[in-house]
Each structure stands twice: as C-alpha cells, then as structure tokens.
C-alpha cells in the first residue's frame, strides 16, 4: 500500500521544472541592486567630501538607497524564505504587524525628538517660582 493511494492529498511531487532559473533570477536582481547601492553609497561619500554638498540631492539618494534596500527585502523573504507562495491572510499575518512595528518606531523616535527639542529650548530659562514670605517663627511669635 503507497502514501500515494492511502491519502492522495498529503503526498508531494516535487516540481524541479524552472526552480534553478527562478533561484539564478534571484541571485543576479540581489547582485544587480547591491552593485546600484554599493555605487550609490560611493557617489554619497564623495558629495560629503566637497566643499558644499548638495543636502537636498544626498538625501534624495539616502532615500534610493532606502527603497532599494526594501526592495532587496521584499525578495529575499519572498523567494528564499517562501512567503511569496503562501496564501494572502498569512502573508498579511506578519506584514501588517511589521508596518505597524515600524511605524510605532517611527512615531517614538519622532516624539522623543520633540520632546529633546522643548527640554534643551527650556533648559537654560530659569523657572518661574512664586516669592513666599518667610513664615513665622514660634521664636518670633512668643516674642
């Protein structure tokens, strides 16, 4: 009796067909993006060493960089680590509490800062405190 025959719909038959090509795919998009960030890197590098770098243009990379860094993610969790194949719910699953995990980050990281920004803007006012007059004594009352 084969596993085939008791219970068809827990057997596997590998499919092999085209698995090679997908992974080389892979590799050479990883290969191709890293080059691009690597080179990307490079020409931030080299605006920081002038005289006068252009912010605006370096944060414009910074941000590329970003993208491509994400997207190089989005494969390498896609492909090699199979979530790619897996039905939408588990997919969403774990993205939707990563993007929240993220943005909870980004949301404290942002707090934090405004919060270091009013205590250094108040830091060297001196505060505000009310002048009492010196209570009585029972010395000076029993006088």
Same mark, same amino acid.
């Given at each position: 009796m084969s596993a085939q025959a008791s219970s068809p719909e827990i057997t596997f038959h590998p499919n092999h067909s085209g698995g090679t090509k997908k992974i080389w795919r892979t590799f050479w998009l990883l290969s191709v993006l890293t080059i691009i960030e690597l =080179? *990307? &890197? #490079?020409v931030i590098y080299n605006m920081h060493k002038g005289e006068h770098p252009n912010a605006t243009l370096v944060l414009a990379f910074k941000g590329l960089v970003c993208i491509l860094t994400l997207a190089k =993610?989005?494969? *390498? @969790?896609s492909i090699f680590m199979h979530l790619g194949d897996e039905i939408r719910n588990l997919i969403m699953t774990i993205v939707v509490p990563l993007c #929240?995990? *993220?943005w909870f980050i980004i949301a404290f990281l942002w707090d934090g800062n405004s919060w270091l920004n009013l205590r250094n803007r108040y830091q060297g006012v001196p505060a505000k405190t009310?002048? @009492?007059?010196?209570? =009585?004594?029972e010395k &000076?009352?029993?006088?």
């Open positions: =080179a *990307i &890197g #490079l =993610a989005y494969y *390498i @969790v #929240l995990f *993220i009310e002048q @009492v007059a010196p209570a =009585a004594t &000076g009352a029993k006088d």
